[in-house]
């Protein structure tokens, strides 16, 4: 790998319009210290020029201009060469977005002299190429000097002492300080060493914080940014690129406090960058290195929000005129007013923005009637370039830092740098959740591109899934080096529109008609759980009604059925999914969730009136449920199996775990050792037992399996229909010293249950397959047969790497429920694996609990065990690729082996739980 470095100084003439911000006074009058254009050749196995310009921003157009001459005039061709244009976003230099309103237009000289100087600090840089090897490194903790600048309010009232312009505080967030948001905590850095001394040749820096120490001055800086650089580059003797990280809701910790404040921000950051270098010095240049270099482009059509009502249009046009009216009350002197020509009129700089505003105001208005004319979307450019390990992803526009973390977590590489204002800037690009909080960045900011639709909060999962793509498409093109990739699958979320969805478990299964079916649950007291279908074919989902119709309860005045909480098991011949019912309010006691009685009860709102067995017709959409039994004693059907050869269902109830037997509709209660009095009762009476959450039925036989707190296997045997034989106890059973040690009378944990299992007709001779959910070992169960024991054998331990690594459970405190039979024989399990900081701390969670919940965050893995060649493997965490986040309180699984797609149910980030699939690896 070679590198050449090139600058020129950009800074702009007397008299220049500047950029940044509304309202300045006049053109530039000079500079603070100069702006700088750098340019960084990177060439290996193809070339890469990387420019950092000392600017605000620029347009897309003009972005594809330099780019398109530095490609001509460089004799390249686009497959072998990459130009990477990215801006610091100072606010104290020239105009130089020609789509802005309110700051003048952008200067055709400097434009034009902006251009030939990017042109030759290229061609510099491409004459003087040295051999090179990167290493990479980061600051530590720089929460001081940086905030998030969403500061949430009660109104949008503005009063005199909070000295902000209108449109800087709009619906429940203001322009201030937001200490709980998401920030950039290091910056993080890319050496350039050089191959025969080890000196550093080139840096790249990549922190997220907008330049804006300085404030409103008509002096020209690079802000923060041009000190911190400056600190660097004379500590290495080498120059420093600086790359704008995701601000767009990320400002200075003190900022408007002129040249002072900058040098002061830049001198600390400065400082920790040099510390950050000074970590590498004397280590030795890697044996192995990837030196590859592979880019992906993309541009992405951003759906817009319809134009704004004419009220709206109207209110803004007053806005301005007022802002334009108290401008020119205040002016004293009228001589000595700056002015600038624009559209062959002179008009003072100071009134430029409110005169820009009210005529974008009339042409909103003119607008506003021509549906056939509104802008349907915006293009925004995706831009992903690969440096050996590390990997830029460019985004034209102003994204907020929710960006970083979400494009980062679900890179395959360690380093995922998330650069706005790359090959241009578009505008803001908030989150969907912050939408919902209102702001500058918002209602406004769209405005001062000249914009007059604001952007759809459906953008973020376009850019998230885009983005993930694009980052997962430029793979190591040596495979050689395919060791340093960290894996991980990637899952696209489905919107079910049930905005009251909670935690769901089990409660899903792919039918014979190739469709999935599911259930979402809620725990609102009056609010029923709904019923989807899902067809992989389409990606459509049809929402099948609520379980309160589904039970004839639908005007009831009691607990709802708020939950459905076991798989559909499906009835070839009929075509009927059967499943059953249970409660989703709880009652809390000690931190223990209980039936919800008495006082526990909303007002006007009777007890649970019991779950219900159902069956849901995947052909009759006529009459599609029907209520097949109903659970005594206002119970909820905790675990249940069906058997569809005899017209079977077994139930365990909660919180009771009373085991019934169901045909024809009526239910017989057999009692089995180890039930005591299930979950019902406090931990105190000695007679807590945690109730098992998997039926094993065996279709030759009718025989249904399941376990007790103490590890026992019971069998429920169509020979002996009135009792619950024993079949392993003991350590014969489940309670084995490599499954851990549990108190069983505790609430927070499964004990010695089974977790999932499922009848394997041919493995073994033919088991039942399980895995333990406080262990996660996966077992072979041999049921007893004529002349033969039962017995149980430990396989292999299905957690995570990282969890077998560091000798830990998962922070689920029962285990995980999501664990199948895919295609040739292979076992999926969806099991946890613990989180670690950049500096290697594992992110530690809760040390107990009274209930099934995660302790701590942790990501989800994917591990699969193959059963004909018993072998182990964990395929890596998955994230979202449209949505932020990390599946999380994931305790469900469905294969469909005709498309080779795991579907899941898991909670997002907005705390709603919804349909996700991935690929099977």
């Given at each position: 790998?070679?590198?050449?470095?090139?600058?020129?100084?950009?800074?702009?003439?007397?008299?220049?319009?500047m950029?940044?911000?509304?309202?300045?006074p006049?053109?530039?009058?000079?500079?603070?210290?100069?702006?700088?254009?750098?340019?960084l050749?990177?060439?290996?196995?193809?070339r890469?020029?990387?420019?950092?310009?000392?600017l605000?921003?620029?347009?897309?157009?003009?972005?594809?201009?330099?780019?398109?001459?530095?490609k001509?005039?460089?004799?390249?061709?686009?497959?072998?060469?990459?130009?990477?244009?990215?801006c610091?976003?100072?606010?104290?230099?020239?105009?130089?977005?020609?789509?802005?309103?309110g700051?003048?237009?952008a200067?055709?000289?400097?434009?034009?002299?902006?251009?030939?100087?990017?042109?030759?600090?290229?061609?510099d840089?491409?004459?003087?190429?040295?051999?090179?090897?990167?290493?990479?490194?980061?600051t530590v903790?720089?929460?001081?000097?940086?905030?998030?600048?969403?500061?949430?309010?009660?109104?949008?009232?503005?009063?005199?002492?909070?000295?902000?312009?209108?449109?800087?505080?709009?619906?429940?967030?203001?322009?201030?300080?937001?200490p709980?948001?998401?920030?950039?905590?290091?910056?993080?850095?890319?050496?350039?060493?050089?191959?025969?001394?080890?000196?550093v040749?080139?840096?790249?820096?990549?922190?997220?914080?907008?330049?804006?120490?300085?404030?409103?001055?008509?002096?020209?800086?690079a802000?923060?940014?041009?000190?911190?650089?400056?600190?660097?580059?004379?500590?290495?003797?080498?120059p420093?690129?600086?790359?704008?990280?995701?601000?767009g809701?990320?400002?200075?910790?003190?900022?408007?406090?002129?040249?002072?404040?900058?040098?002061?921000?830049g001198k600390?950051?400065g400082?920790?960058l040099?510390?950050?270098?000074?970590?590498?010095?004397?280590?030795?240049?890697?044996?192995?290195?990837?030196?590859?270099?592979?880019?992906?482009?993309?541009?992405?059509?951003?759906p817009?929000?319809?134009?704004?009502?004419?009220?709206?249009?109207?209110?803004?046009?007053?806005?301005?005129?007022?802002?334009?009216?108290?401008?020119?009350e205040?002016?004293?002197?009228?001589?000595?007013?700056?002015?600038?020509?624009?559209?062959?009129e002179?008009?003072?700089?100071?009134?430029l923005?409110?005169?820009?505003?009210?005529?974008?105001?009339?042409?909103?208005?003119k607008?506003?009637?021509?549906?056939?004319?509104?802008?349907?979307?915006?293009?925004?450019?995706?831009?992903?370039?690969?440096?050996?390990?590390?990997?830029?992803?460019?985004i034209?526009?102003?994204?907020?830092?929710?960006?970083?973390?979400?494009?980062?977590?679900t890179?395959?590489?360690?380093?995922?740098?998330?650069?706005?204002?790359?090959?241009?800037?578009?505008?803001?690009?908030?989150?969907?959740?912050?939408?919902?909080?209102?702001g500058?960045?918002?209602?406004?900011?769209?405005?001062?591109?000249?914009?007059?639709?604001?952007?759809?909060?459906?953008?973020?999962?376009?850019?998230?899934?885009?983005?993930?793509?694009?980052?997962?498409?430029?793979?190591?093109?040596?495979?050689?080096?395919a060791d340093?990739?960290?894996?991980?699958?990637h899952?696209?979320?489905?919107?079910?529109?049930?905005?009251?969805?909670?935690?769901?478990?089990?409660?899903?299964?792919?039918?014979?008609?190739?469709?999935?079916y599911?259930?979402?649950?809620?725990?609102?007291?009056?609010?029923?759980?709904?019923v989807?279908?899902?067809?992989?074919?389409?990606?459509?989902?049809h929402?099948?009604g609520?379980?309160?119709?589904?039970?004839?309860?639908?005007?009831?005045?009691?607990?709802?059925?708020?939950k459905?909480h076991v798989?559909?098991?499906?009835?070839?011949?009929?075509?009927?999914?059967?499943f059953?019912?249970?409660?989703?309010?709880?009652?809390?006691?000690?931190?223990?969730?209980?039936?919800?009685?008495?006082?526990?009860?909303?007002?006007?709102?009777?007890?649970?009136?019991g779950?219900?067995?159902?069956?849901?017709?995947?052909?009759?959409?006529?009459?599609?449920?029907?209520?097949?039994g109903t659970?005594p004693?206002?119970?909820?059907?905790?675990?249940?199996?069906?058997?569809?050869?005899?017209s079977?269902?077994?139930?365990?109830?909660?919180?009771?775990?009373?085991?019934?037997?169901?045909?024809?509709?009526?239910?017989?209660?057999?009692?089995y050792?180890?039930?005591?009095d299930?979950?019902?009762?406090?931990?105190?009476?000695?007679?807590?037992?945690?109730?098992?959450?998997?039926?094993?039925l065996?279709?030759q036989?009718?025989?249904?399996?399941?376990?007790?707190?103490?590890?026992?296997?019971?069998?429920?045997?169509?020979?002996k229909?009135?009792?619950?034989?024993?079949?392993?106890?003991?350590?014969?059973?489940?309670?084995r010293?490599?499954?851990?040690s549990?108190?069983?009378?505790?609430?927070?944990?499964?004990?010695?249950?089974?977790?999932?299992?499922?009848?394997?007709?041919?493995?073994?001779?033919?088991?039942v397959?399980?895995?333990?959910?406080?262990s996660?070992?996966?077992?072979?169960?041999?049921?007893?047969?004529?002349?033969?024991k039962?017995k149980?054998?430990?396989i292999?331990?299905?957690?995570?790497?990282?969890?077998?690594?560091c000798g830990?459970?998962?922070?689920?405190?029962?285990?995980?429920?999501g664990f199948?039979?895919?295609?040739?024989?292979?076992?999926?399990?969806l099991?946890?694996?613990?989180?670690?900081?950049?500096s290697?701390?594992?992110?530690e969670?809760?040390?107990?609990?009274?209930?099934?919940?995660?302790?701590?965050?942790?990501?989800l893995?994917?591990?699969?065990?193959n059963?004909?060649?018993?072998?182990r493997?964990?395929?890596g965490?998955?994230?979202?690729?449209?949505?932020?986040?990390?599946?999380?309180?994931?305790n469900?699984?469905?294969?469909?082996?005709?498309?080779e797609?795991?579907y899941?149910?898991?909670?997002?980030?907005?705390?709603?739980?919804?349909?996700?699939?991935?690929?099977?690896?």
């Amino acid at each position: 790998m070679r590198v050449g470095v090139g600058s020129r100084d950009i800074t702009a003439k007397n008299g220049t319009t500047m950029g940044g911000y509304w309202g300045r006074p006049g053109g530039t009058q000079g500079a603070e210290d100069k702006l700088e254009v750098t340019v960084l050749v990177v060439q290996s196995n193809m070339r890469a020029i990387i420019v950092s310009l000392d600017l605000v921003g620029i347009s897309v157009s003009f972005s594809k201009k330099m780019e398109a001459r530095l490609k001509q005039e460089h004799g390249f061709e686009d497959q072998t060469l990459d130009v990477f244009i990215s801006c610091t976003h100072t606010h104290t230099g020239p105009q130089t977005h020609d789509g802005m309103i309110g700051m003048g237009n952008a200067n055709t000289e400097y434009m034009d002299l902006l251009e030939n100087a990017v042109y030759d600090a290229a061609r510099d840089a491409l004459n003087h190429l040295q051999d090179v090897y990167m290493m990479t490194t980061s600051t530590v903790d720089n929460l001081d000097i940086s905030v998030n600048r969403r500061e949430r309010v009660k109104d949008d009232t503005i009063s005199d002492a909070e000295n902000l312009f209108w449109f800087e505080k709009a619906g429940k967030t203001k322009i201030g300080k937001n200490p709980d948001g998401p920030r950039m905590t290091d910056a993080n850095l890319l050496l350039f060493k050089s191959s025969k001394e080890n000196s550093v040749v080139a840096t790249l820096v990549h922190f997220a914080c907008h330049p804006t120490t300085i404030g409103m001055t008509l002096l020209q800086s690079a802000d923060y940014v041009g000190v911190a650089r400056r600190v660097l580059s004379e500590s290495t003797c080498a120059p420093v690129l600086f790359l704008q990280g995701a601000c767009g809701d990320i400002n200075p910790t003190h900022r408007k406090g002129g040249i002072k404040l900058a040098v002061e921000m830049g001198k600390v950051l400065g400082d920790r960058l040099v510390a950050a270098v000074d970590t590498t010095n004397g280590t030795l240049p890697p044996n192995k290195q990837c030196e590859s270099i592979s880019f992906r482009k993309k541009s992405v059509q951003l759906p817009l929000q319809p134009m704004p009502e004419e009220e709206e249009i109207t209110q803004f046009r007053e806005q301005n005129e007022k802002w334009l009216l108290s401008i020119q009350e205040k002016r004293v002197n009228t001589q000595n007013v700056e002015k600038y020509e624009i559209s062959g009129e002179s008009i003072p700089y100071d009134e430029l923005a409110p005169r820009a505003c009210i005529k974008h105001a009339g042409d909103m208005s003119k607008k506003i009637n021509e549906d056939d004319k509104q802008n349907t979307g915006i293009e925004c450019v995706l831009h992903v370039l690969r440096l050996g390990t590390t990997v830029l992803v460019g985004i034209s526009g102003e994204p907020f830092f929710a960006y970083q973390s979400n494009i980062a977590r679900t890179s395959p590489f360690q380093d995922t740098w998330i650069c706005g204002y790359v090959d241009g800037v578009i505008g803001y690009l908030p989150t969907k959740e912050e939408f919902k909080h209102g702001g500058y960045e918002c209602l406004h900011a769209h405005c001062v591109y000249g914009q007059m639709q604001r952007i759809q909060p459906a953008c973020e999962s376009i850019l998230l899934s885009e983005s993930c793509s694009l980052v997962s498409s430029v793979s190591l093109l040596d495979t050689s080096q395919a060791d340093i990739m960290r894996p991980c699958l990637h899952a696209t979320v489905y919107d079910s529109k049930f905005k009251y969805s909670h935690d769901t478990y089990n409660a899903i299964s792919v039918a014979s008609d190739g469709n999935v079916y599911y259930a979402l649950s809620c725990e609102e007291p009056d609010i029923s759980a709904q019923v989807f279908k899902f067809s992989p074919k389409n990606k459509e989902i049809h929402n099948l009604g609520s379980l309160a119709e589904a039970c004839g309860e639908k005007d009831g005045k009691h607990v709802v059925q708020g939950k459905s909480h076991v798989p559909f098991f499906e009835n070839l011949t009929t075509k009927e999914l059967h499943f059953g019912t249970h409660v989703g309010f709880y009652g809390c006691v000690d931190g223990m969730e209980v039936l919800p009685t008495g006082d526990s009860l909303p007002a006007g709102i009777t007890p649970y009136p019991g779950g219900k067995l159902l069956s849901l017709s995947t052909i009759d959409e006529g009459s599609r449920y029907s209520v097949l039994g109903t659970v005594p004693d206002g119970e909820g059907v905790l675990t249940m199996t069906y058997d569809p050869v005899r017209s079977r269902w077994f139930v365990l109830t909660w919180p009771s775990g009373k085991f019934l037997v169901y045909e024809d509709g009526v239910p017989t209660t057999i009692e089995y050792t180890g039930r005591e009095d299930g979950e019902s009762v406090h931990p105190r009476t000695g007679k807590y037992r945690c109730v098992c959450r998997s039926f094993a039925l065996v279709p030759q036989t009718g025989a249904v399996y399941f376990t007790n707190a103490a590890g026992d296997i019971l069998e429920w045997s169509p020979t002996k229909p009135d009792k619950v034989t024993v079949v392993l106890s003991d350590s014969e059973g489940l309670h084995r010293d490599y499954l851990g040690s549990w108190d069983v009378t505790k609430p927070g944990s499964m004990a010695y249950h089974w977790r999932q299992v499922f009848y394997h007709a041919t493995y073994r001779g033919g088991c039942v397959l399980g895995v333990h959910g406080g262990s996660g070992y996966l077992f072979a169960f041999h049921p007893p047969s004529t002349g033969v024991k039962a017995k149980l054998d430990l396989i292999e331990r299905l957690t995570s790497d990282p969890s077998r690594s560091c000798g830990m459970n998962d922070q689920f405190t029962y285990g995980y429920l999501g664990f199948g039979l895919g295609p040739r024989d292979i076992i999926y399990y969806l099991t946890g694996g613990p989180i670690f900081t950049k500096s290697g701390a594992r992110v530690e969670g809760k040390k107990t609990s009274a209930k099934g919940e995660a302790k701590g965050e942790e990501n989800l893995h994917l591990v699969s065990y193959n059963l004909q060649l018993g072998l182990r493997k964990d395929h890596g965490p998955i994230f979202f690729s449209n949505s932020p986040g990390r599946p999380s309180y994931v305790n469900s699984l469905a294969i469909h082996h005709g498309t080779e797609q795991l579907y899941a149910l898991s909670r997002l980030e907005d705390g709603t739980t919804d349909l996700f699939s991935v690929n099977l690896p």
